[in-house]
T-cell receptor, first 109, second 110 residues
Framework: NAGVTQTPKFRVLKTGQSMTLLCAQD?????MYWYRQDPGMGLRLIHY???????AKGEVPDGYNVSRLKKQNFLLGLESAAPSQTSVYFC????????FGSGTRLTVV | QKEVEQDPGPLSVPEGAIVSLNCTYS??????FMWYRQYSRKGPELLMY????GNKEDGRFTAQVDKSSKYISLFIRDSQPSDSATYLC??????????FGSGTKLNVKP
């Protein structure tokens, strides 16, 4: 009964490197979301998906790409990491109230 | 203007106190709201989910929505040190997207 699982939990990247964050949910939810959380800024929506094979932009999509090839998985990619992408990334799923994952702490140096 | 405004605190209260956490929102088109609790270095966890105006109670927690003033509140009765966390309010939007406040940090002192 895992809920929402995010991997990795921590990562340090050099500027210009790429990486993929994985979110997996076992609750059969159609809707999935990627947020970033920064001090004083709260949670801001990066991208979201309303079902398998669909993706859409949120508030702060620049520099990120996503894919939802399987209903249970939602991937967030950073094409060329920048220091401004240093943040804590949360995946969430559900309708009505969300279930959040435990987060990925990413530092770009 | 941000969709949801929230005082960042920190708010420090003695154990047993009644805590009032507040947010204001700007868009009245969607009338459902959530309150989340987030412990340090953890993901947010859902506390309360409310529609429209009025009160909703769950144990020591009461969520209140005032549509006329675009104000949402969370009250915690008999606060405990374990309630020390950051509390996030959020307003619903289309496609079940939610807009979050920046969070209020609460410290309940034993």
């Amino acid at each position: 009964n895992a809920g929402v699982t995010q991997t990795p939990k921590f990562r340090v990247l050099k500027t210009g490197q790429s990486m993929t964050l994985l979110c997996a949910q076992d609750m059969n939810h159609e809707y999935m979301y990627w947020y970033r959380q920064d001090p004083g800024m709260g949670l801001r929506l990066i991208h979201y998906s309303v079902g398998e094979g669909t993706t859409a932009k949120g508030e702060v999509p620049d520099g990120y790409n996503v894919s939802r090839l399987k209903k249970q998985n939602f991937l967030l990619g950073l094409e060329s990491a920048a220091p401004s992408q240093t943040s804590v990334y949360f995946c969430a799923s559900g309708t009505g109230g969300y279930t959040f994952g435990s987060g990925t702490r990413l530092t770009v140096v | 203007q941000k969709e949801v405004e929230q005082d960042p605190g920190p708010l420090s209260v003695p154990e047993g106190a009644i805590v009032s956490l507040n947010c204001t929102y700007s868009n009245s088109a969607f009338q459902y709201f959530m309150w989340y609790r987030q412990y340090s270095r953890k993901g947010p966890e859902l506390l309360m989910y409310t529609y429209s105006s009025g009160n909703k109670e769950d144990g020591r927690f009461t969520a209140q929505v005032d549509k006329s003033s675009k104000y949402i509140s969370l009250f915690i009765r008999d606060s405990q040190p374990s309630d020390s966390a950051t509390y996030l309010c959020a307003r619903g939007g289309n496609f079940n997207k939610f807009y979050f406040g920046s969070g209020t940090k609460l410290n309940v002192k034993p």
